[in-house]
């Protein structure tokens, strides 16, 4: 089975500060994470995913997450946020075990509101 | 990537009545998916398109009250049938593999910009 937690509701930040959302994630096998972002009445848009490799991965618009096997973790973090990130995180994934579901499991999402 | 386009955008309708969402892939894809969401909320998961195959429906979602099709590798519509007001929602459509992989390829599920429908 697979599964996915986005154990903040919402994450208040200051335009120009860090900016971190937490994701943690349970798979029986090798996992295949995923962030997506969505705006105000848009659909989900890809910000980036692990796969495989390099444990830091770079998207879209400066955000990066770090892949963490020990802490079954895929935090989403921007070193310097801006007002227009605010939005609704999406943290996904799948798990690459034999017989896993080739669909990915979404966590609840984390509004991210960055204050001017 | 792939550019995913729904129609309509939003709409409007009364209850009793179906509504059918049509979903437009810019490129071939082996996987379409069919989603509900409401506002601020996660995604659900209602079917998963598959081309020239029934497709397959997760717990809580009928092919009656949500018949899917699936003529070829860029399209798929949803209907939404015998609407009640229990069914307003968002519905999005996502893509995801592209055509001639294997369905556990890593490739990432795009989405389209979603449905906003409201029954009243």
């Known amino acids: 089975a697979q599964s996915v937690a986005q154990p903040e509701d919402q994450v208040n930040v200051a335009e120009g500060n860090p900016l971190t959302v937490k994701c943690t994630y349970s798979?029986?096998?090798?996992?295949?994470l995923f962030w997506y972002v969505q705006y105000p009445n848009r659909g989900l848009q890809f910000l980036l995913k692990y796969i495989t490799g390099d444990n830091l991965v770079k998207g879209s618009y400066g955000f990066e997450a770090e892949f963490n096997k020990s802490q079954t973790s895929f935090h989403l973090k921007k070193p310097s946020a801006l007002v227009s990130d605010s939005a609704l995180y999406f943290c996904?994934?799948?798990?690459?075990?034999?017989?896993?579901?080739?669909?990915?499991?979404f966590g609840r999402g984390t509004s991210l509101i960055v204050h001017p | 990537s792939a550019v995913i386009s729904q129609k309509p955008s939003r709409d409007i309708c009364q209850r009793g009545t179906s509504l059918t969402i049509q979903c437009q892939v810019d490129?071939?894809?082996?996987?379409m998916f069919w989603y509900r969401q409401q506002p601020g909320q996660s995604l659900t998961l209602i079917a998963t398109a598959n081309q020239g195959s029934e497709a397959t429906y997760e717990s809580g979602f009928v092919i009656d009250k949500f018949p899917i099709s699936r003529p070829n590798l860029t399209f798929s519509t949803l209907t939404v049938s015998n609407m009640s007001p229990e069914d307003s929602s968002i519905y999005l459509c996502?893509?995801?593999?592209?055509?001639?992989?294997?369905?556990?390829?890593?490739?990432?599920?795009?989405f389209g910009p979603g449905t906003r429908l409201t029954v009243l």
């Open positions: 996502s893509a995801g593999g592209s055509s001639g992989r294997g369905i556990r390829s890593p490739d990432t599920q795009y």
């Open positions: 996904a994934v799948r798990d690459h075990a034999s017989g896993g579901s080739y669909i990915p499991t």
């Open positions: 798979v029986s096998g090798n996992p295949y």
């Open positions: 490129s071939q894809v082996t996987m």
